[in-house]
């Protein structure tokens, strides 16, 4: 049987081999979360480049706070009438029953699978070299649900709920990315040594699907040897395929490795929408010091932003901006304090507006 190939997968990835700058195709709308914290800042970093290369996408801009209740409806509309979002973290308060946001996006509008791509810059010191991995993270079920009650005082129960058609999904997400992207190998990460059943079955899915591309060689670990395994030999991985709770562990640690939360991008994608954001958790989304002295890191957002216009089939503007970031990476001279520098969000962004060829 033929396997179902993933058109929006292909939009994610696709690289251009056409160096024209310009494009006659009607502008796209965005709808654009500048979110909470250093959100508004990184935000408006995407929105100078953006002019500047003159790229064909405008706009619509949502005011979101972590701290409502819901993501207002006029918000969820816009997403799915333009098909796209932009998004700067939105912070989620500990405890006191606020459910996040992001959860209640990813599910609202199925965003099924979470794509971080953790991978080393050149100029940018990491203690490992050669870092390429890319984390697929089951989005929607899991811890993540949210499924939790208190049984009696002082006893809460929290329901891990794991479905066949949700793993199997996942998994064939990640086997179709490593085939378009000539990757050689997908990694399932795990518990079912413990979690038999619910694991059981993620693993069970994931062999499955991997029998149907015997092109790509396929391993699984156990979740506690893959955290020890990233930090000592991390260019082992290439795609790794999680559950919700372990995808978003794997690729905190892989972002830490590769470089920090600050440089890398992410997007969360369904059969119809796509949100684009931070790849790694906005820790500083709350900092008031850096939010202060405007010193935020804007190079995960303008990656992320880059990936968008990929999916929005813009790949020579995606090429454009990629290739003006590593430039100023490499370089060396503006960088925020997260990667060694002490510049400012507007210094960087000024050299990478500076960098487009």
Known sequence: MARKSFPILKQLIQQSTNRCFTSSASPRAVTLIPGDGVGP?????????????????????????????????????????NKVCLKGGLKTPVGGGVSSLNVQMRKELDLYASIVHCFTLPGLPTRHEDVDIVVIRENTEGEYAGLEHEVVPGVV????????????????????????????????????????????????????????????????????????????????????????????????????????TGVMPGGNVGADQAVFEQ????????????????????????????????????????DRLETAVRHVIEEGKFRTKDVGGDSTTQEVVDAIIAALD
């Open 157 to 260: 129960e929290s329901l891990k709920v794991i479905t066949k058609y949700c793993s199997e999904r996942i998994a064939k997400f990640a086997f179709e990315y490593a085939d378009v992207n000539k990757r050689k190998k997908v990694t399932a990460v795990h518990k079912a040594n413990i979690m038999k059943l619910a694991d059981g079955l993620f693993l069970e899915s994931c062999r499955e699907i991997a029998a149907k591309y015997p092109e790509i060689q396929y391993e699984e670990i156990i979740v506690d040897n893959c955290c020890m395994q990233l930090v000592s030999r991390p260019e082992q991985f290439d795609v790794m395929v999680t559950p919700n709770l372990y995808g978003n562990l794997i690729a905190n640690t892989a972002a830490g490795i590769a470089g920090g």
């Open 41 to 81: 800042l990184v935000t408006d970093s995407v929105e100078q480049v953006m002019q500047a290369m003159k790229a064909p996408v405008y706009f619509e801009r949502y005011e979101v706070r972590g701290d409502m209740k819901c993501i207002p409806k006029e918000v969820i509309d816009s997403i799915k009438k």
């Open 279 to 318: 790849g790694a958790s906005a820790g500083n989304v709350g900092n008031e010091k850096i939010l202060k002295l405007k010193k935020a890191n804007p190079v995960a957002l303008l990656l992320s932003s880059a990936m968008m216009l990929r999916h929005l089939e813009f790949p020579s503007f995606a």
